[in-house]
């Protein structure tokens, strides 16, 4: 059994950062790894995600340039940092893992969640 647990969100105002950290506990060798976010009233979207090794890595166009995945395998956590916020980033932040060493951008891909961290950026 995989156990996921977000930490590091908070309030911000635009313009500003902050990372994400999503601490795994259990089997999560040859997992891949991805972030989603929901807004209220807003389907669950994907953000990123990063396969295994952590050498390829996919962004929603919406956050393109502007946020950065990154795992540490040996600490079986993996990040998101956020730069350049904008009002529209506020959501719950949720932490995913598949059992697949392979990348995906679908929430369907995913069998473990987080219990998602809020993000909230002020204009």
């Known amino acids: 059994q995989v156990q996921l647990v977000e930490s590091g969100g908070g309030l911000v105002q635009a313009g500003g950062s902050l990372k994400l950290s999503c601490a795994a506990s259990?089997?999560?060798?040859?997992?891949?790894m991805g972030w989603f976010r929901q807004a209220p009233g807003k389907e669950r979207e994907f953000v990123a995600t990063?396969?295994?090794?952590?050498?390829?890595?996919s962004y929603a166009d919406a956050v393109k340039d502007r946020f950065t995945i990154s795992r540490d395998s040996a600490k079986n956590t993996v990040h998101l940092q956020m730069n350049s916020l904008k009002p529209e980033d506020t959501a719950v932040y949720y932490c995913?893992?598949?059992?697949?060493?392979?990348?995906?951008?679908?929430?369907?891909?995913?069998?473990?969640w987080g219990q998602g961290t809020q993000v909230t950026v002020s204009s």
């Open positions: 995913a893992a598949r059992d697949s060493a392979f990348k995906s951008s679908s929430p369907r891909g995913y069998g473990y």
């Open positions: 990063i396969n295994w090794t952590g050498d390829s890595t």
């Open positions: 259990g089997r999560t060798t040859n997992y891949a």
